[in-house]
């Protein structure tokens, strides 16, 4: 059971933050997390609202892997 935990954080973790796959198999509209902070940093240079944006992903993701190793009990991983 560790290794498909593990598995899975490495999949879910680097999918999280994926702009490019977004920007190049989905449509101009579609927004996704990544895509927004990538604009906010570079097109509108908005540094504030990007480092925002990141820091809230990131503790989404702390807070989901935390609930995700609790649930599987593999408390060892962390």
């Not at 908005?46 to 009990?73: C, E, H, Q």
């Amino acid at each position: 059971m560790p290794g498909v935990v593990a598995g899975t954080l490495l999949t879910f973790i680097p999918a999280a933050g994926d702009y490019v796959n977004a920007a190049i198999l989905g449509s101009p509209n579609t927004k996704m997390i990544g895509n927004v902070i990538e604009s906010r940093y570079f097109k509108i240079v908005d540094y504030p609202t990007a480092a925002a944006l990141s820091f809230t992903l990131m503790a989404a993701i702390l807070i989901l892997v935390t609930i995700y190793i609790r649930k599987a009990g593999t408390e060892e991983l962390v």
